[in-house]
């Protein structure tokens, strides 16, 4: 590379050939050249060491043969530094990724260079973005690039091909029913004897967080936070608390960290670490009445705001603790600046999301009786509120948005089941049912037995939506084996529903020798997912795309 630096632009003979073959290829109808695509030799792939570099070195002005020397694809089209100088200077503005005006090799051409090799968030922009730029931010240049560059050579372009990696399929018509295999798993630790998830979060680098404790409250328990990369390697992990009554409920990423939501001594927590260790930023705790935690939090404009509950009557119940609901208005260093009681309108706060400068809030309401789902402006003004259940005991955990702002809850129900069975709900944006449905006992067992209890969901490019639950027993007095493994050993539970509520493929994921639950999941650029499972530890498991 400092050898190619250092060579001037090419002979004026050569400079004189590219103008003649940019004036003949001028006169081509300008529709011809509406698509550009990074494949700059044409061989159709789009690599870093080929592409990338021929971009790079066009930039730092060279031509002729240090343009193109041992850089050109083997079933390249284009090969010939003349035809590749002419097309990447008819499609400088394309190659602009910062958007600045202006092509430069240490801003544009890192970043292309970055994002081939696969670099995200702020190992993809750090020192490349120019004084002048309009795209700034990870995700501009991120969703810029996809728009010039086919990597799986399909012939669709990254932002319109649903699965980017995949060249045997680019959208919906291509999708089979069968259900994900598992590509790897990993298992963390905290200081505890046991530790347990409860909240998985894709990272804008690639990588994934998961959020829980480790040991168990009211009396051993640290929050307990885990980064890992797209690998399942371990980054880092942060212990926070000294053993007693902690919570890790939730978080967030902001550009400058990660915002962890909880309890800390049971008072509610809102926590700023650092990215790149895990290291503590500022650790905020308020004592906003009895014992109190905040579940979720979500970012403002001028803060945060976080939901969760106070008074909790039942302070060892990590998940209903018959307490009164709240929401905090949280300033950006973590300082509260107003708490409301919205305990006539959910008694349990669960989740809560921005969404076209709206705040929806799920979770349960009083006596956890049925799934509570609130609309508010972003001052927290009520406007309106929705319940749903059946003829007993609804619990909702798991809540996420469509592409469309259509809204999904899912949880486990005791409503005309034999047992706990998974329920999810999708309704419009107004909270009108679209559609609901009970499944459960995907092992075939005995269901007086088998509890099927729901933590997460995801809403998916069809319109459906993907539930992780874990399945198995709990009773002494039950124990039933057959081909798919025993009742009392615990499964994740995966069902993905398709846009009207049809059941696409339901699958179970295990290991005989220990219990694995579902707690959490999160998807991937590339549609596979990523399951957050308590086995005993921090569990991560990458399973291949899920549609």
């Known amino acids: 590379m400092i050898g190619d630096i250092k060579i001037l632009r090419a002979s004026v003979q050569s400079k004189i050939l590219v103008f003649f073959l940019f004036l003949l290829i001028s006169l081509v109808p300008e529709n011809s050249f509406s698509s550009f695509q990074l494949d700059v030799d044409d061989d159709k792939q789009t690599h870093a060491l080929s592409d990338g570099l021929i971009v790079i070195r066009y930039m730092f002005g060279l031509s002729n043969e240090q343009l193109i020397k041992n850089v050109i694809g083997t079933d390249a089209n284009r090969t010939s530094s003349e035809e590749i100088e002419v097309y990447l200077s008819i499609n400088e503005d394309k190659i602009d990724v910062d958007n600045d005006g202006s092509i430069d090799a240490l801003t544009d051409g890192l970043l292309i260079l970055r994002d081939l090799f696969g670099l995200t968030g702020d190992f993809l922009i750090d020192g490349a973005i120019s004084e002048n730029a309009s795209r700034t931010t990870a995700t501009q240049i991120s969703d810029y690039m996809q728009t010039i560059k086919d990597s799986d050579a399909d012939g669709v372009f990254d932002f319109e091909d649903i699965f980017p990696l995949d060249p045997s399929k680019s959208d919906l018509s291509d999708v089979s029913g069968e259900p ?30 998961q959020v829980g404790e480790t040991g168990f409250i009211p009396n051993n328990a640290k929050i307990l936070i885990v980064k890992i990369n797209d690998f399942g390697q371990l980054l880092w992990k942060t212990e926070l608390g000294t053993l007693g009554h902690n919570l890790g409920n939730s978080s967030i990423e902001l550009d400058d960290g990660y915002i962890v939501v909880g309890a800390i001594n049971e008072d509610s927590a809102i ?28 970012k403002l404009a001028d803060g945060f705001v976080a939901v969760g509950y106070n008074f909790a009557e039942d302070r060892e119940n990590t998940f209903f603790t018959e307490g009164q609901g709240i929401m905090s208005f949280i300033n950006d260093n973590g300082s509260i600046r107003e708490t409301k009681n919205i305990n006539s309108l959910i008694a349990h706060p669960y989740r809560i999301k921005n969404f076209n400068n709206e705040l929806i809030i799920s979770g349960l309401s009083e006596e956890a009786r049925d799934y509570s789902l609130i609309k508010s402006d972003l001052e927290g003004n009520m406007m309106w509120h929705r319940e749903f259940g059946g003829n007993s005991y609804d619990h909702n955990f798991a809540f996420d948005i469509g592409a469309d702002g259509s809204f999904f809850l899912s949880g486990h129900t005791l409503s005309d089941t034999q047992n706990w069975d998974t329920y999810t709900v999708k309704l419009t944006n107004d909270g009108t049912i679209l559609w609901t449905r009970t499944v ?60 009207n509520g049809d059941i696409l493929w339901q699958t179970t994921y295990g290991d005989e020798q220990i219990d694995w639950a579902g707690e959490a999941i999160c998807l991937t650029k590339n549609n596979s997912a990523v399951m957050a499972i308590d086995n005993g530890q921090f569990g991560f498991v990458k399973i291949s795309p899920i549609m």
């Not at 650092?274 to 014992?291: P, Q």
């Not at 933590?455 to 459906?464: E, K, P, Q, S, V």
């Not at 124990?479 to 050993?489: H, K």
């Open 180 to 209: 994900p295999n598992i590509e790897w798993n990993i298992s963390i630790s905290g200081s505890q004897e046991e530790s347990h998830g409860h909240f998985i979060m894709p990272c804008s680098d690639g990588g994934f967080l």
């Open 271 to 298: 926590i700023k670490l650092d990215k790149d260790d895990g290291s503590v930023i500022f650790t905020k705790t308020n004592n906003l009445g009895g014992s109190d935690a905040f579940e979720s939090v979500t």
């Open 440 to 499: 459960g006992n995907p092992r075939g067992f005995d269901a007086r037995y088998i509890h099927d209890e729901a933590w997460g969901i995801r809403a998916t490019l069809d319109g459906g939506a993907l539930v992780i639950a874990g399945t198995g027993d709990e009773y002494e007095s039950y124990s039933e084996c057959n081909s798919l493994g025993c009742s009392d050993r615990w499964r994740v539970y995966l069902i993905k529903f398709d846009a």
